[in-house]
């Protein structure tokens, strides 16, 4: 396979029958190769998988599904149950859908300071949002979900996406074939931002069993402070149970800046609206194409574009972009 045969592979084309829910076009996107902003770049191919194309918008389509589903088949979640969870933003839009299209009413906790657009897009699939502490971030959601949770447990299906092994699972059984699938076995490099973790723990794990040789690279904020929504700085944060450090080969630390303006260059160098995490997994994909190049290596490198741009237009407005 020839590079320019991968520019956009495998998409959710093949799905188009008359007999489809929205729930089944979670997963299967495509592998874009970015071409503008690696056009100085020999021997090294830099992708994104775009995972914002996900009927949802975002990578985490695919372990809401999965946690969701896990839970009607194990009877933990009955018709009579509220799906309850902690979220930054794009986990809980996905299990708004996903209980949208099946019925569940869906209570979310969010920081307070989450997108505008986020919001609303829950609050558009009739989810009920409780806010945390903006101050808190990430760790004030789990905590304030957590003891909701506490208050009523009969009430409520917990999914526990930073401890539910079914959250990694699902790119365990999807992305990283996928992937791999994708690239014909050619992929070197696969990176992902840290959240949950669960996209780089279930891709990274596949991978590796596939080929020992393909480098698993996390992206994580490198302050404590960052302003990259959805991300988490493992050294101050509550560590997620399903995050196991030792499937990563390497760790690079994301400066907030480089994040945002990588995200305005993929924008309008390669016409891909992302998010401010996807700005950050790509700038770090550079980072390592750079060094491949300058060493005279040959790479296939893989990120995740995770989420659209369009839950962002507040902010980026703020910013007079």
Known sequence: ??????????????????DVSILDLVGNTP?????????????????????????????????????????????????????????SGNTGIAYAMIGAVL??????????????????IVKMYGAETVLSSSFDGSDGAILMAREIYES?????????????QFNPQAHYLGT?????????????????ALGTSGTLMGTGRYLKEQS??????????????HGIEGLKHMATSIKPGIYDEHIQDEKIPADTE??????????????????FSAGAAVHAAMQVANRLENEGKSGVIVTILCDRGDRYLTQLAQMNL
């Open 103 to 120: 019925g569940f009413k869906v209570k979310l906790v969010m920081p307070g300071n989450v997108s505008a657009e986020r919001r609303a």
């Open 152 to 164: 009523n447990p009969d009430a409520y299906f917990k999914p526990d996406q930073y401890n539910n």
């Open 31 to 87: 592998l874009i190769r970015l071409e503008k902003i690696t056009s100085h770049l020999r021997n090294v191919e830099v992708y994104g998988k775009a995972e914002y194309m996900n009927p949802a918008g975002s990578v985490k389509d695919r372990p809401a599904l999965n946690m969701i589903r896990h839970g009607i088949e194990t009877g933990e979640l009955t018709p009579d149950k509220t799906i309850l969870d902690s979220t």
């Open 258 to 275: 480089d994040a945002y303006n990588m995200q305005e260059r993929l924008a309008r160098e390669e016409g891909i609206f992302v998010g």
């Open 1 to 18: 396979m020839t590079p320019n045969q991968i520019h956009a592979v495998d998409g959710p084309d093949q799905r188009l029958s008359g």
């Open 176 to 192: 990283g074939p996928e992937i791999y699938r994708q690239t014909e076995g050619r992929v070197t490099h696969f990176l992902a």
């Open 212 to 225: 020992p040789d393909i480098r698993i690279i996390a992206v994580e904020p490198d302050d404590a402070m």
